[in-house]
């Protein structure tokens, strides 16, 4: 039997956030319409096709897939979970640290597996790696979503509350090598170690080490499935529409227009971009001055070169492992390259791209931010490639890589903000903003990247609860029982 709908929602912004909030509001019975203003929906998980091979922009590996996280009962509520094409990533060499050309950890899946391995490594070390574990699953636990749990008090991880990532290693561990080789996951944080919130990297670590995964061909198939639940439903995707204005009377939002002319309308929007771009839609009595001020501070530097490479056939071994390796510490920036060899349906011996993510800053590229893709410079062009080209040189240091190249193409910050919608070219938008899920407009929400909860584990927490306080349901029973 259909179900009635209840009415209609507008949801600003085609990303990964907007569609899982889109579709589950489409399976409770709401008329839903995303509007997405590139060609390629999804957000971080566009992939684009390159030399006859898929690259993924964003959504390289991910945790959580697993039958005890959220994730998986969330896509099988949505009858999306055998659809998808995953690959776990291999249990004895989860990921790859590099400290140093000659140091090499080959860290495993499980917490008892990792912590007995480093605490082999690093003997003095026991004791206090031990106790930061369990700060980490401390801290994880509270976040009761992850476990679909409603909201409970944690007061034992409180204490922790405010710390920085270094600043809760050093509570136990005084080894300069450990610290280092703990401090791997800095790419998928978008910051240095002194400057990641412990309730991202917590959650993160506990949910690669229960178990990774990465999407086999393209990361791009999840944002496809969840169109299909949208449009099963009765609603629509609707890509090339970029919203340019919002019209807000007495508190209420009347309709958005695109860049095309068109206007649209709706009982309920909902914005699934960075809150400071919401707000430069909005006039200045709409938003309350200190959000307005908040946002627009929160404009980090931190950003990446992100390098795509188709390589030779049978030229580099396909490695089921994501690969970290060293770079020199600067101020705010993340202390690893991320490498992997993505892949496809089928994976035999050999890989067929790559992708390195260099950490970089958004301020080395903002000379030429006032060009749109495709009409900048000689100059710019040059630059992106004499930084790939010098990555490429170092990463081939540790890994046969330069031999096997066929064909580079090259993603700067500039990219990444013009294809996520994401200030300053921000790998993870706003995030740790914390906004709330309402406006003081009476029917626009928030959902997405920038708003609670972090990566492809934490957005659709924050898109079920936005999809319960839309739609005044309970959503969350239901997909706890879809998952037994």
């Known amino acids: 039997m259909a179900v009635e709908n209840q009415h209609s929602v507008l949801i600003i912004g085609g990303g990964m956030g907007g569609l899982i909030t889109g579709a589950l509001l489409s399976r409770a019975g709401s008329h ?7 060609a390629i929906i999804g957000g971080g998980l566009q992939s684009f096709k390159r030399h006859g091979a898929w690259f993924n922009t964003g959504m390289h590996n991910f945790g959580g897939f697993g039958e005890q996280w959220a994730l998986s009962h969330l896509f099988r509520y949505l009858g999306i979970k055998d659809e998808l094409h995953v690959l776990p990533v291999d249990p004895e060499a989860q990921e790859i640290v590099w400290t140093d050309e000659t140091h090499r950890y080959r860290l495993p899946r499980g917490r008892e597996a990792f912590e007995q391995y480093l605490g082999t490594l690093f003997p003095a070390q026991q004791e206090g790696l031990h106790r930061y574990l ?14 679909l749990r409603r ?3 944690h007061p034992d991880s409180s ?3 405010g710390l920085t990532v270094e ?4 509570q136990f561990i005084d080894d300069e090598e450990l610290i280092r080789v703990l401090s791997y996951l800095t790419p998928l944080c978008g910051h240095s170690i002194d400057r990641v919130p412990v309730s991202v990297h917590s959650m993160l670590s506990v949910l690669y080490l229960d178990g990774e995964y990465r999407f086999e061909d393209n990361a791009l198939q999840l944002a496809q499935a969840l169109r299909t639940v949208i449009e099963r439903h009765g609603g629509q995707v609707v890509a090339l529409a970029e919203v340019s204005d919002i019209t807000v009377h007495e508190g209420h939002v009347e309709k958005v227009t695109t860049t095309d002319g068109r206007e649209w309308t709706a009982d309920k929007y909902i914005a699934s971009i960075a809150p400071s771009v919401l707000f430069a839609l909005l006039t200045e009595d709409v938003v309350r001055k200190v959000s307005r001020r908040r946002a627009d501070s929160f404009m980090v530097d931190s950003s990446a070169l992100s390098i795509y490479i188709r ?12 690969i970290f390796l060293p770079v020199p510490p600067q101020e705010g920036l993340p202390s690893y390259i991320l490498l992997t060899t993505p892949p496809v349906q089928q994976q035999g011996q050999w890989a067929h791209t790559m992708e390195i993510l260099v950490p970089c800053r958004y301020s080395d590229f903002a000379q030429w931010g006032d060009r749109p893709a495709g009409e900048r410079p000689q100059d710019y062009q040059t630059y992106k490639h004499q930084r790939a080209q010098e990555a490429i040189d170092y990463v081939s240091r540790f890994y046969p890589v330069r031999q096997a190249v066929e064909h580079v ?11 996520y919608y994401s200030p300053n070219g921000a790998l993870f938008s706003q995030q740790g903003l914390f906004m709330p899920l309402r406006t003081r407009t009476d029917n626009l929400f928030f959902t997405g990247q920038s708003i609670l909860y972090h990566g492809l584990c934490g957005v659709p927490l924050t898109a079920i609860l936005t999809a319960e306080a839309v739609s005044e349901k309970d959503l969350l029973t ?3 029982q879809a998952g037994k």
Request: aromatic fraction near 14%; charge should be negative; glycine fraction near 2%.
């Open 151 to 153: 909201s409970q008090t």
């Open 311 to 322: 390589l030779k056939e049978n030229s580099f071994p396909f490695i089921n492992s994501t």
């Open 167 to 170: 600043q809760l290693m050093r």
């Open 409 to 419: 193409t090259v993603g700067t910050p500039l990219t990444i903000r013009d294809y």
């Open 134 to 147: 369990d700060a980490l699953y401390l801290i994880a636990n509270s976040f009761d979503l992850y476990y």
């Open 159 to 161: 204490v922790y509350e």
């Open 478 to 480: 239901p997909i706890i």
């Open 32 to 38: 839903v319409t995303v509007l997405e203003k590139n």
